[in-house]
């Protein structure tokens, strides 16, 4: 007789970029990871993805500081993008290897206006492949020009320059996504994040994203590149964002949204998380401790579908 296998314990993540204090909506979304991982009985990686110029010091350890003080835990030391470069050149290299990339030569405008103008069989808003058609002496040319090529994914060898994944989302459902010859390197050498989020999650283990829905769009291109490289996609669970009483996406603008604001204004971190716990119609909580049963009646499938309107205290407006 053949013992069962033990279940592989769930993976999650959390992966903030470092260009600011964490507000509501990023807290409510971290909180989330959080639930997921732990009424999953498994573990929770942090990880910094700080490939961004806006990224700011300070800033590392006043989301560390922010998200321990709502009773938020994660295994292991957190990791950054920046200290992972190696990981996401040696994937670089391996699909241009392949013949998988090209060079990308073209300016911000002129993507946009290419993004723009009908162009026959490719959806709009898809890059056309307009350098992958370029011949050698036109590619020197626009080099000599002092134009710093990034690198494009090719997604179809002998065209068309796109490709439809379609991603099944825990929360959302099937969604349909045109993957398009998109970025991997940028044209100052970084990797871009498209690429290496995908090469963190298979590195770290990571089987389940749990993110904000506006990044819904991106993930087809990230389950393309997975299989590209071999690699196993994790599961996705896109949440709703949090919105601002414009609604627009929450922002400073909007008054006292992040933690060091609301403690101005005398909430605690128990007031806190119990707004957020409220806003995802989840019972609320009298110690942080509390958390733990929180996550252990957690149920994903009761979660609210449309994205939280906050208001900001008076005191705030």
């Given at each position: 007789m053949t013992a069962a296998a033990t279940p592989h314990p769930t993976v999650g993540r959390w992966a903030p970029s470092p260009t600011g204090d964490l507000h509501l909506g990023n807290l409510r979304t971290a909180l989330l990871a959080w639930l997921f991982a732990r009424s999953a009985g498994g573990r929770l990686w942090w990880r910094f993805e700080d490939l961004d110029g806006a990224v700011r010091p300070q800033f590392y350890d006043s989301q560390l500081r922010d998200c321990a003080a709502l009773g938020l835990d994660w295994d292991g030391e957190p990791v950054s993008q920046s200290d992972r470069l190696d990981l996401y050149r040696d994937a670089i290299s391996d699909l241009c290897r392949r013949g998988l990339t090209y060079e990308c030569f073209c300016t911000r405008r002129e993507i946009a206006e290419a993004a723009a103008a009908p162009h026959g069989p490719s959806p709009e808003g898809a890059y056309p492949?307009?350098?992958?058609?370029?011949?050698?002496?036109?590619?020197?040319?626009?080099?000599?020009?002092?134009?710093?090529?990034?690198?494009?994914?090719?997604?179809?060898?002998?065209?068309?320059?796109?490709?439809?994944?379609?991603?099944?989302?825990?929360?959302?459902?099937?969604?349909?996504?045109?993957?398009?010859?998109?970025?991997i390197q940028r044209g100052d050498g970084t990797p871009a994040y498209n690429l290496a989020v995908v090469v963190d999650d298979a590195a770290q283990g990571v089987d389940q994203v749990v993110r904000g829905d506006d990044l819904l769009p991106s993930t087809p291109r990230q389950v393309h590149l997975a299989r590209l490289l071999g690699l196993d996609p994790p599961s996705y669970a896109h949440v709703p964002l949090v919105l601002g009483p414009e609604g627009r996406r929450l922002a400073k603008r909007d008054g006292a949204v992040t933690l060091r604001d609301r403690s101005a204004l005398g909430e605690t971190p128990i007031d806190i998380v119990n707004l957020l716990l409220r806003s995802l119609g989840l019972d609320p909580i009298t110690r942080l401790d509390d958390l733990a049963e929180t996550a252990q009646r957690f149920d994903p499938t009761t979660l609210p579908r449309e994205p939280w309107v906050h208001e900001p205290p008076a005191e705030s407006q």
């Open positions: 492949g307009t350098c992958r058609r370029l011949t050698h002496a036109e590619r020197e040319q626009r080099r000599a020009e002092g134009r710093p090529p990034a690198l494009r994914l090719r997604v179809g060898t002998d065209g068309p320059e796109h490709t439809e994944v379609t991603v099944v989302d825990s929360q959302l459902g099937a969604y349909a996504g045109t993957v398009d010859d998109f970025v």
